[in-house]
């Protein structure tokens, strides 16, 4: 078993930053994949960005520039750092992961925090 739980989130403007953190913790090996998802009120859930357990990382476009993932197998902990914010990134953001990378499919994935609202204002 894994379990996720979120910290960080909050509310930013325009322009503004935030750094995510997800602290994992149960079998490594089935979260050796790792990722971040937001989903918006009446928005299907996206996938936004995610890295594997060599640190190869991949991004949805609408991040890609703006958004960094990385983690610290140290410390158990998954962060999204999100820069120059803008409200369609107003989201509930959740950490995700499984034993294998499959892409910014949700449906690949068992392991999910609670998530954390992050809330930008223009």
């Known amino acids: 078993q894994v379990q996720l739980v979120e910290s960080g989130g909050g509310s930013v403007q325009a322009g503004g930053s935030l750094r995510l953190s997800c602290a994992a913790s149960?079998?490594?090996?089935?979260?050796?994949?790792m990722l971040w998802f937001r989903q918006a009120p009446g928005k299907e859930r996206e996938g936004v960005a995610i890295i594997d357990n060599y640190g190869t990382t991949n991004y949805a476009d609408s991040v890609k520039g703006r958004f960094t993932i990385s983690r610290d197998n140290a410390k158990n902990t998954l962060y999204l750092q999100m820069t120059s914010l803008n409200p369609e990134d107003t989201a509930m953001y959740s950490c995700a992961a499984g034993p294998n990378c499959q892409g910014l499919r949700a449906r690949y994935y068992v392991y999910w925090g609670q998530g954390t609202q992050v809330t930008v204002s223009s």
């Open positions: 149960g079998n490594t090996y089935s979260r050796s994949c």
